[in-house]
């Protein structure tokens, strides 16, 4: 799946700035040591993720800031909405799991949307981290990035926090339910 025109216009370029400069600024907790200014001049240099924030945005993820990768020095976004993002659910895993299916296939996959969107899955590590910010995914779950050999085996995993504990799941790769979708990690 082939990524749209990555291109803002001027208007939703600027909207988009002070959409994520105000979520940045009501939840420092997730990025203490991160500046906005940091933030907004590596987004000016690079409009495809700016491009990808929004349609992050768009499908209802609420990116926001949690860090700086200590490897690359790149900034990380995750989708920060409490439940997983609403426009991203009821979706397989991957391609594979969606072709495999015999009948009520899902109209798209989690692999294909974060391809599309220019991001990546979280990781189950990611996840756990996620966590760590606040209560995320407590009616709902999300697709996690998952490792090969259990992939290859036909399987993926999810997580989600219920009774105050994060859980990973695994499921068979092709199925899907209205209430699992799937979190992005963008690296700027």
């Not at 799941?169 to 339910?177: E, F, I, K, L, V």
């Amino acid at each position: 799946m082939k990524m749209k025109n990555p291109e803002l216009t001027q208007q939703e370029h600027m909207e988009l700035l002070d959409i994520l400069k105000n979520r940045f600024n009501k939840h420092q907790n997730r990025h203490p040591d991160v500046s906005f200014e940091i933030v907004e001049s590596r987004l000016n240099e690079q409009p495809d993720k700016l491009w990808s924030l929004f349609e992050m945005e768009k499908t209802g993820g609420e990116p926001d800031v949690v860090g700086i990768d200590p490897k690359s020095d790149e900034v990380l976004f995750f989708d920060c909405s409490i439940e997983t993002p609403k426009d991203r659910r009821n979706v397989c895993y991957d391609r594979e799991a969606l072709e495999k299916r015999k009948q009520y296939k899902p109209e798209n996959t989690a692999m294909d949307m974060a391809i599309a969107m220019g991001i990546e899955l979280l990781s189950e590590e990611q996840y756990h981290f996620l966590q760590t910010l606040g209560n995320f995914d407590t009616k709902t779950s999300s697709w996690l990035k998952t490792p090969d050999d259990i992939r290859k085996l036909g399987g993926a995993i999810f997580g989600d926090k219920r009774y105050g504990q994060v859980f990973i799941y695994h499921n068979g790769a092709d199925s899907y339910y209205g209430v699992r979708g799937f979190r992005g990690c963008l690296r700027v």
